[in-house]
């Protein structure tokens, strides 16, 4: 199973970016999905889910400006970031439910 992270960077407050984690090895469409992030010195948490079914959870820190979102046909989901802020800046990985992590892709937002 290998989980592929892309789309990370740097980018000013305000700004956007979409971040996609392909999946190999797995009959994607039957996972659940997640995004999650870890800043310096900090604990890992939860960003954003989505079922195999579709039904998405984000977590309240970035509620009305992130959006999961999933293609089986392709096996890779999305976590498209708007309205960005400083402390969103933190490495961010994609996961399998119970499967795999993905190797993480660095978030800087900064003026």
């Known amino acids: 199973v290998q989980l592929a992270e892309s789309g990370g960077g740097l980018v000013q407050p305000g700004g956007s970016l979409r971040l996609s984690c392909a999946a190999s090895?797995?009959?994607?469409?039957?996972?659940?999905m997640g995004w999650y992030r870890q800043a310096p010195g900090k604990r890992r948490e939860l960003v954003a889910t989505?079922?195999?079914?579709?039904?998405?959870h984000t977590a309240d820190s970035v509620k009305g400006r992130f959006t999961i979102s999933r293609d089986n046909a392709e096996s890779t989901v999305y976590l498209q970031m708007n309205s960005l802020k400083p402390e969103d800046t933190a490495v961010y990985y994609c996961?399998?439910?119970?499967?795999?992590w993905g190797q993480g892709t660095q978030v800087t937002v900064s003026s």
């Open positions: 996961n399998a439910k119970g499967v795999a």
């Open positions: 090895g797995i009959i994607f469409s039957r996972y659940d």
């Open positions: 989505i079922t195999s079914g579709g039904i998405t």
